[in-house]
């Protein structure tokens, strides 16, 4: 079964590249609040920006985001290598970045107890001249 994803932002093909995360166990929330603050920013930029947060020396409204901005920095590194496979010249590059919810599943307890519920979010990058 072959699943046909649409991205949030529209880009021509020729001078864009994409990744996505899909079924990431990261809350929507955190990723939504790490996407907008690395949304039209340089790739460099950017990249420096979540590298960063994941070494405590840069934070969103005093929280660093450890987790959401290791899993962000994958998808983003992923997508500068797809530019790089087009030939695209990643110094001119913007990333458009945004979350959205994924589904939530229930982690299964033992029979008089109910399980907890996890949240897992899916993560579209978008780099574009």
Do not use: W
Request: some cysteine; glycine content about 4%.
């Amino acid at each position: 079964m072959i699943v046909m994803i649409r991205y949030a932002f529209k880009a021509n093909e020729k001078k864009s590249a994409k990744a996505y995360g899909l079924a990431l166990r990261i809350s929507r929330k955190n990723s939504t609040i790490v996407c907008r603050a690395i949304n039209r920013r340089s790739l460099e930029n950017g990249k420096k920006f979540l590298q960063d947060l994941i070494n405590k020396k840069r934070s969103i409204d005093g929280k660093y985001y450890t987790k959401t901005a290791t899993e962000i920095l994958k998808i983003v590194e992923s997508a500068e290598k797809n530019a790089e496979f087009k030939g695209l010249d990643t110094s001119k590059l913007i990333i458009h970045a945004s979350a959205h919810k994924g589904f939530t599943f229930i982690r299964p307890r033992n029979l008089k107890r109910s399980g907890e519920k996890r949240k897992i979010s899916n993560i579209q990058i978008v780099l574009s001249t």
